[in-house]
């Protein structure tokens, strides 16, 4: 695979298994990619780490930063804020690899409104509502009120998927963990 200039973009519901895709191909391709760290406002999971996951902050400096405009995009999701940072792009940019962002659907408009950046975008979907409540409810993470909103946001990110409006590069069905990564690795051209 050679270095692109653009973006590679991954979408997907919470409980799509992005982010295990994600750590399963910057495990085997480190030296490949670069992943842009997104900042929130939420609590770590268990096994998370500051920098690692997430920048962690506090409602006040994300706001403080959203403000002095130092994101490429933000959002507010079930009371917390999300953003892609600027700093964390040109840093990643700086690696001269593969730059990737994990972002939600309206990270991908933001995106795409960028006429220079000219991102790669990847939508992984679950393959029901039911397999994804299951998935978010194993997590023991989440409070039933906050399950809910998370599967609302699902259906309303699948809509915009699935609508056209966006123009999605690649569209996998994240069914078989296995076959899903091998999908995305022939996508990128690394199978």
Do not use: W
Request: hydrophobic share 35%.
């Amino acid at each position: 695979m050679k270095t692109r200039q653009q973006p590679i973009v991954i979408c997907g519901p919470s409980g799509s298994g992005k982010s295990t895709l994600l750590r399963r191909l910057l495990a085997e391709h480190k030296d490949l990619f670069a992943f842009s760290v997104s900042h929130t406002t939420r609590q770590p999971r268990k096994g998370e780490l500051d920098g690692r996951e997430y920048h962690f902050v506090s409602p006040e400096k994300m706001l403080k930063m959203i403000e002095q405009n130092e994101f490429i995009e933000h959002t507010n999701f079930s009371g917390n804020y999300y953003g892609t940072s600027k700093r964390a792009v040109m840093e990643a940019l700086q690696k001269r690899r593969n730059l990737i962002l994990e972002v939600d659907i309206e990270g991908v408009k933001a995106l795409s409104s960028i006429k220079e950046l000219k991102p790669i975008l990847i939508f992984i979907k679950p393959p029901s509502k039911q397999l994804l409540l299951e998935r978010l409810s194993s997590r023991g993470t989440e409070t039933r009120e906050n399950l809910t909103r998370r599967i609302e946001r699902a259906e309303e990110e699948l809509k915009i998927a699935e609508s056209g409006c966006l123009k999605f590069d690649l569209v996998l069905v994240n069914d078989d963990l296995d076959a899903t990564y091998r999908g995305l690795k022939h996508f990128l051209a690394l199978s």
